[in-house]
């Protein structure tokens, strides 16, 4: 096997496990639920195992699809994923926010739900990969080159917003700024977007009143009568799994914790698969992110090096956020944790930027004379900070 496949069958395979982790905890953490719920215990685990089988065949297709088809898809997918975030504020549902659409499926796969923010995560990092490898000769100005992307993060962020879904418009933002900056626009704008973007979170946080209950209640500590209450319970079946879990169908704080197959699926990681466990779900995510660095490193061409940097950076951002959130380190955001978590858009999405992971990997594979690395150089603006640059051409020199 060639050395820049390696780094791709990595990553299916930590996919595939976290997967099939997921399953297992999904079924095990809502099978009282799905029977109080749906007087049928296995009621969430049927369509969380249909959902990753048919992850895992798009996963497998995209890992065989040329990167040039891929980036020709950038733009549609793009477009695709504005009109969605559009409709769903017209004919979205949900209990307190505007966030679904429906997708009617037959049998076990009726009832289900399409949640266009997380194909958009997946989209705009197609997008800038795309849009900066067109625009390289355009990434220092700001506006002919920064000021354009900016509008349009922002814009994607504001649609998400409005449903409303802080948390996933600022995992995007995280995601894009770290594009842009690997992409190599210059750190002034970057920190000025930055600087900038804190009031305006700020201003949203104080103006709805479930966020700033939640950030309260984090400068606090965790309340369990109030709005801390899940990280409480999540902090209990942590501390309770001791060093090898409880055994899986044991958990006690699943009685608690609401909607324990969702957010928080790793305090029943915790609590059931203890300390062992949880480590190994942690190590597998950072494994997930040093293949994906490797993949993102060993690309050929500037798109195969951003999206696979996006792609890394995607999902390494939800785990450290849901990871966090359970373990009481952030501010409860409501993401899920990626391939563990019920839920079957993100489960798609991210499954989705695994197979287009293995693509950049399966074309590293020919022509591979000299890695495409990063090139820093800060020639072009003296006196200014400057992020890392795409040059005109590959290979990309790390300084």
């Not at 249909?50 to 065989?64: D, E, K, Q, W």
């Not at 793009?78 to 307190?96: C, D, Y």
């Not at 700033?212 to 709005?227: K, V």
Request: aromatic share 10%; net charge positive.
């Amino acid at each position: 096997m060639p050395t820049s496949q390696r780094p791709g069958r990595q990553v299916l395979l930590i996919a595939l496990f976290l997967a099939g982790v997921g399953v297992v905890m999904v079924y095990s953490s809502s099978s009282v639920l799905a029977r109080e719920r749906f007087a049928d215990s296995s009621f969430f685990l049927d369509r969380q195992l249909m959902r990753a089988l048919f992850g895992v065949a798009m996963m497998l297709l995209l890992s065989r699809i040329p990167l040039p088809w891929l980036q020709r898809a950038s733009l549609p997918m793009f477009v695709a994923s504005i009109l969605f975030l559009v409709l769903v504020l017209a004919m979205g549902e949900g209990r307190s926010a505007h966030r679904w659409l429906p997708f009617p499926m037959p049998s076990v796969l009726s009832n289900l739900w399409f949640q266009p923010s997380e194909f958009a995560k997946l989209a705009i990092v197609f997008y800038l990969a795309d849009v900066i490898v067109r625009q390289r000769d355009r990434m220092m100005e700001w506006w002919g080159g920064f000021f354009p992307r900016l509008l349009v993060i922002a814009g994607v962020q504001l649609l998400i917003v409005l449903q409303p879904d802080l948390s996933t418009a600022v995992a995007i933002g995280v995601i894009s700024l770290t594009m842009l900056w690997l992409g190599g626009f210059r750190l002034l704008h970057l920190s000025a977007t930055v600087l900038t973007a804190i009031p305006v979170a700020m201003i949203s946080i104080i103006s709805t009143p479930y966020q700033l209950e939640r950030i309260m209640s984090f400068l606090r500590g965790a309340d369990p009568q109030g709005a801390g209450f899940q990280v409480a319970q999540s902090l209990l079946a942590l501390g309770s799994g001791g060093p090898f879990g409880v055994g899986l169908g044991n958990s006690v704080q699943k009685y608690f914790i609401p909607e324990p197959h969702t957010d928080f699926v790793f305090a029943l990681v915790g609590e059931e698969l203890g300390l062992a466990g949880s480590l190994s779900i942690v190590g597998l995510f950072a494994a997930f992110g040093i293949h994906g660095y490797r993949i993102a490193r060993q690309a050929d061409t500037p798109f195969g090096y951003l999206v696979a940097s996006g792609v890394t950076v995607m999902v390494s951002t939800y785990a450290f956020l849901n990871i966090g959130v359970v373990t009481g380190l952030v501010p409860t955001t409501g993401l899920p944790l990626p391939f563990l978590s019920y839920g079957g858009s993100a489960l798609l999405w991210n499954l989705c930027g695994v197979g287009v992971l293995a693509a950049v990997s399966r074309a590293n594979e020919t022509g591979r004379h000299s890695p495409l690395e990063l090139r820093q150089s800060r020639s072009r603006s003296a006196g200014e900070g400057a992020g890392p640059r795409v040059s005109t051409g590959a290979p990309y020199a790390n300084a």
